[in-house]
């Protein structure tokens, strides 16, 4: 199973590392610039990268795209082309915002679970 994960902090990545325990194929989309804000989470630090983000984001690929830029719309589209799932916790309606959102996945890829 492929699933990509547009999440951060806490709640959504906790899904997507249960998926990728689990055995599943799981690609973390960080946002430019800045990527997940767990990043700089409080110390322990490794390599400069909280410890809570490293724990949450194991056993994950990852990327960053800028999803308010027509190339990382285009990168993502693709993306949703082959994935199984999509898991995000962006506020209601940011996804839209960025002509991403369910009618334009869901037209992508059909089979895709939101």
């Known amino acids: 199973m492929r ?34 804000d767990a990043r700089g989470y409080r110390e322990p ?3 400069g990268v909280s410890a809570p983000f490293l724990i949450m984001n194991r056993n994950k690929r990852g ?3 800028d999803l ?9 589209l ?11 916790n962006f506020r209601r ?3 839209e915002k960025f002509g991403l959102g369910y009618d334009v996945l ?5 089979g895709l679970i939101y």
């Open 3 to 36: 699933v990509l994960e547009l999440a951060q902090i806490m709640a959504g990545p906790t899904c997507g590392m249960m998926l990728a325990d689990m055995g599943a194929d799981v690609v973390k989309v960080e946002k430019l610039p800045g990527g997940d």
């Open 45 to 47: 630090r490794v390599k």
């Open 63 to 65: 990327l960053a795209l």
């Open 68 to 76: 308010k830029h027509p190339r990382g719309r285009d990168i993502l």
């Open 78 to 88: 693709r993306l949703v082309e082959t994935a199984d799932v999509l898991t995000e």
């Open 93 to 95: 309606g940011t996804l």
């Open 106 to 110: 869901c037209k992508t890829n059909p």
